[in-house]
Structures are given as structure tokens and as C-alpha cells.
């Protein structure tokens, strides 16, 4: 269907080049969630054999729904809602799929604070100060109870909203094709060191080497939660880039190479953490704390730590803001197709808002501002619970139910031969939607293990 017969949706005309799209969509992937939350996830559910449960749900699930969004946008060739709309016909898909619009704009509301406060570590640590006086958790919780974090919660919005501003291939491409190359340069130095460091191999085995005993449903559901934030499934970033792919391109390729871009930046982080935790005698499970506060530690007490300090955190800020890249351009086009604003006037009120938004989310989590505290939980923490636990699995679900049951051309634009597109079919119809609200009950604590 036309975008005019689609009650006048224009089609975007932005296009992203084959290795552009990869890269972009990699960047979109790998982020805090991979240097951030998964080691210290793999460190609680029992090492190697989470990855290996990681691994398996990327492959089961993680993909076939990635393909499915990829469809949605280049298919629709519009930003969420009107991809839906325009592949449907219907308008109610619309007002279904805008949970979708709505959901990266909070997550960044709090991401971007976590994306500052690398940014403002990966300063201190090449001037030396972070070393300075030898209590890194005192130092931490220092910082994030203080106002400098509203301060690079602006700093990173601003670069996101500049990258965004530039449009899809002179911003977001070129964006990603220097950090991209630039991460995996950071990530091998970084690995080298780690695995040279004496006592590394304990957390290399610790890594590696899988103990079945500890494969618990939970464990099980908690992989499959972070497949899909790992792969930005559920957010509309997929679908939105989506939109920016060139026809010619095999999507279904393309989601191979996102994946397995995903999976090795996670290999990679697992051993510079579990090597360096282990040499320091670190628990790599200890939280989320593992990456500001022990690994500092790790880094002070090693030759030139100051220097390979900076280089981990700028490892982390160049991860973190090509994510926050992805999940602004999901407001930013929905405004754009919506209202006909101009991709600047879009960029610049969504990165306004969300910037406002955080910065109590910024302020709540080391209580600078009392009061944004709820039920136990800092406001920051309501997001992030919400956001990935239950609107990012929802998020999901309604894309498997949409490109399962509702749009009948996605066959065709996924491009698989029948053997595979059987395959995914039954992925996308059956075996995800059922594991993605097993996920979302978890998550939401209304089921327990
Ligand atoms: N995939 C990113 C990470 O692992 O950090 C986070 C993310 C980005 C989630 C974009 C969702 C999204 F739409």
C-alpha cells in the first residue's frame, strides 16, 4: 500500500547503505547492556552457562523477532505508528504500536543519565582524581548524589540530539561507522590487558566454562529478558531503522550480522570483566555497582590503570550514546510523520523533554532530591523496572502478534526461502509470544519460581 493510500503517510525517503544499516543497528545493540548489565547478570545466574542460555535465546527468539521488526519498518517505511498502520490498514494498530514510541523515550530518560555518568568517569579516571583517594564507593555515591550527573545527563542528550539532527546517513551512519570500528579497537586493548593480568584465568573459567546445575527457569527467563533488551527488541528502534533500509538488502542476513555483532561485543566485555574481577579478587555478580565501583578499584591497582581506566569508560560512553542515538530517532520520526515537523524542531523537543524528565530520574538515584523515592524504589529504578521489564516484553509481544497473525505480506518482505520462512513463521506465531509474556509475568513478579 502507498503511503498516500495509507490516509496520507508520507514515505520516508532517508536510506542507510548496507554496511551503514549493520553498523547502525550494531551500535543500536551494543551498549550499557552489554558492558553494563550482562556481565554482572552472567556473574549472578552462574557464568558460562547463562551465556550459553543468552546465546540460545538470541538465536530462538532474540532473531526471528528481530527480522520481524526489521520487516515491520522497511515495510512500512515509516516510523512506528505509521508502519503499522500503512502494513494493517487499520488504525487501531496505530494506537497499539504507539506503546512503542513511547517506550524508548523513557528508557533514554534514564539510559542517558547512565551514558553521562560514563562519560563523566572516563574524565576523571584519564586526569587520575578517580584514583585519588582510594574509596571508590564513598566516590560513587558521591557523585551520583550530587548535580554534576544532571549536568552530563545534558551533555550526553546534547550529542544524541546533534548526531539525530544531522539525519539518518550523515548523522546516524557516519556516527556509527567511526564509533563502531573505534569500540572494538577500545574492546581488544582492554581484553589484552585483562588476560595478561596475574590470576585471570580463575574468571576466565569462571566465564567459559558452563555449569548446567545452574540453568533454573529463572535464569532461563532472565536470558531471554536481556536478549531482548541486548538486541533493542521492543522499542521500535528496529522497526524505525528498519525503515531506512535499502530494498536489496537481505534483512534476514542483516539480522545475522546484528546478532552475532551483539554476541561478540558481550564475549569481548565478559573477558576484560571476569579476567580483571577475578585478578582483583573481585565478585563479578556483585551488581551493578561491578563497573563503577570495583572495577575502579582493579584499575587503580594496576600499572597505567589510570590510562586503560579512561579508555573502559570512554568504552562504555561510545557504547552507551550510539544506543541513545537509536532510541531517539523512535520519537524523533514518529513526530516527523505525525505532525510534519521538520527532523530538527522533532529532535529538539523530544531530546528537550526527555532531558527534563531525567533529570529527576538523574536526582533520585543517589538521593539528591529526597522524595523521588517510591514504594522503595528511586524513581530511576520505576523506570528501569518498568521500561525493561514489562513495556520492552510487551513491546515484543505485540510485534509477534502483529507480523504472526495481522500483516499478511511479511513473508515477502522478510525475503526467506519456504523451508526458513516456515521456520520463523512458527517462532514469531507460536514459540515467542508464549515465552515473552512467561517473561513479562516474571518480570512483573506476578509469576515466581
Ligand atoms: N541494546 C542496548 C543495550 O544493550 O544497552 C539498549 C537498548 C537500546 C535497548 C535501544 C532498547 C533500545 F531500543
Redesign the pocket.
Known sequence: MSGHEAGGLKESGERFSSSGFILAAIG???????????PYITGLYGGAAFFLMFIVCMVVIGLPVLLAELAIGRGGRGSVTTSFIRLSGKKSWGAISFLSIL??FF?LCF?SVVAGWTIHYAIISFTGKLYASGDYAGQFSAFIGGWLPVLWHFVSMLVTAAVIMKGVSSGIEKFNKVFIPGLIILLIVLMIRALTLEGAGEGLSFFLRPDFSKITTESALVALGHAF??????????ITYGAYVDKRQSLGSGALAIGAG?LVYALLAGLIIFPTSAAFGLEASQGPGLVFVALPAAFGAMPFGAFFGGLFFLLLAF??LT??V??LE?PVAFLKDTFGLSRNASAAIAASLIFLIGVPCALSVGGAAPGLTFGGKTLFDWFDFILSNIV?PLGGFIVTIFVGYAWKGAAEEAGLRAGWFRLWLFMVRFVAPILVILVLLYSAGIIRF
Open positions: 543500536s545493540a551494543v551498549g550499557l547492556g552489554n558492558m553494563w548489565k550482562f517506550a524508548p528508557i539510559y533488551f541486548s538486541l533493542s527488541l521492543g522499542m521500535g528502534t528496529m551483539d557504547a552507551a544506543s541513545t537509536s532510541l523512535v520492552l
